[in-house]
């Protein structure tokens, strides 16, 4: 029977380094990992207020939603670049500098009065993000392999649900106090760039768990293997990430008018999504092979949610789809590591981070051309379920190949 998630210690490790583990440096690469998702959730309580503050400037009715969206664009375009320098300049340098730059562009918007400078700012804080997600998922694969490595990419998951709640909570806290106050939070990444500095060592290729290649293989990136399963993130950043961007007008379609209703809603979806990261911890086994399995659940999730006529059944269909999400990303992300040596695996993480922030982004924008076809929300999220059970019916018949073979289909 497999452990509970924890941070595991470096004994757990199938080659373990006590130079390069150690539960200390884990949770700063978890924190490192909620950086991203501070930007994605932390103002979306106050761009009402925000709005109303840039009503006389032109355009602002469509620049002001772009100053949330826009960090996760320019890390979906730029994180392919990010992987690169990793892998030349180095993973612990750069994620440091990109911390302290995070920081002091995340802060800007306290002192910046042009509405065009701040999602300039933003459209930086973004090329941060990207820097600092790809080090983070590099380093994780470089400190750990096997089932160890399996359960810190489940706990990152677990980590950018909960935070994900929590940054929203707190955005609207201090948002009581002007729509400028959340910016003060991306301070934090003062406190934590030295603290990687000091703690997080450089790993050694020797003991970064790196998979063995043939000769042939190392002298170019493989691009063929990641091609599948990058191609895959993007489908399943869109399954991930429209309940809880979907959530709010989903209920009130349905008469759901309370701010403190669709919030609980969205809280009890979040703990669904960490459920699922646990069970994914917990379960032994190829993560490639429970994917049809994964992809249908989320399925069965759109389709409650699709035929719903009670608020009630809604929250129990997005109960079920996270708890398939909460099992989807770390799944997706097992098998791309899984398939990257230490030369290459910085590179290959910008790529999978890039495929996954760029599903993120395109997100809303099928689900609105989906609502403009099909003439109703519901219906497009059906769409999309029924997309997801064919998903999972390709990849079931894709199992049925052999494991060698099943890992390139996906």
Not at 130 to 152: E, F, K, N, P, Q
């Amino acid at each position: 029977m497999s452990r509970p998630v924890s941070l595991p210690s470096p004994t757990d490790n199938t080659h373990p380094s006590t130079e390069n583990a150690g539960p200390l440096r884990a949770m700063l690469l978890m924190a490192g990992s909620c950086l991203p998702v501070l930007g994605a959730v932390l103002i979306a309580p106050v761009l009402p207020k925000m709005q109303e503050h840039f009503a006389a400037v032109p355009g602002a009715k469509t620049l002001v939603p772009v100053v949330l969206t826009i960090p996760a664009l320019a890390l979906a375009l730029l994180a392919p670049f990010a992987g690169v320098i990793v892998d030349r300049l180095g993973r612990i340098r750069l994620l440091v500098w990109a911390t302290l730059l995070y920081a002091l562009l995340g802060t800007a918007p306290l002192w910046l009065d042009s509405l065009e400078a701040i999602v300039f700012s933003r459209a930086l804080v973004g090329v941060t993000e990207a820097a600092i997600m790809t080090c983070c998922t590099t380093l994780i694969g470089d400190y750990y392999s096997g089932r160890v490595r399996d359960r810190y990419l489940a706990l990152q998951t677990m980590c950018a649900s909960v935070s994900a709640t929590a940054f929203f909570v707190i955005g609207g806290a201090a948002g009581s106090a002007g729509w400028r106050a959340p910016f003060w939070i991306y301070a934090i990444g003062l406190l934590l760039a030295p603290a990687m500095a000091a703690v997080l060592s450089k790993p050694r290729p020797e003991n970064a768990a790196a998979p063995e290649e043939p000769a042939a293989e190392k002298k170019q990136f493989p691009v063929r293997r990641l091609a599948g399963i990058c191609t895959l993130t993007v489908f399943g950043a869109m399954v991930f990430y429209t309940v809880p961007v979907e959530m709010s007008y989903l209920l009130d379609g349905l008469g759901v008018k309370s701010t403190g209703i669709i919030g609980l809603a969205t809280a009890i979806a979040s703990l669904a999504t960490v459920a699922g990261s646990v069970v994914f911890a917990k379960l032994a086994g190829n993560p490639a092979g429970r994917l049809p399995l994964v992809f249908a659940l989320c399925a069965a999730g759109f389709v409650v949610i699709a035929l719903a006529s009670s608020p009630v059944v809604v929250i129990a269909g997005a109960v079920l789809n996270c708890l398939g999400t909460g099992m989807l990303l770390p799944s997706l992300l097992t098998i791309a590591m899984s398939r990257l040596g230490y030369a290459d695996r910085g590179r290959g993480t910008g790529l999978w981070t890039a495929a996954f922030f760029a599903g993120e982004f395109i997100c809303p924008l099928v689900l609105l051309a989906l609502e403009s076809a099909t003439g109703g929300l519901a219906r497009a999220v059906g769409i999309l379920g029924l997309a997801s059970a064919l998903t999972a019916g390709g990849l079931l018949l894709g199992s049925r190949r052999p494991a060698a073979q099943l890992g390139e289909a996906v």
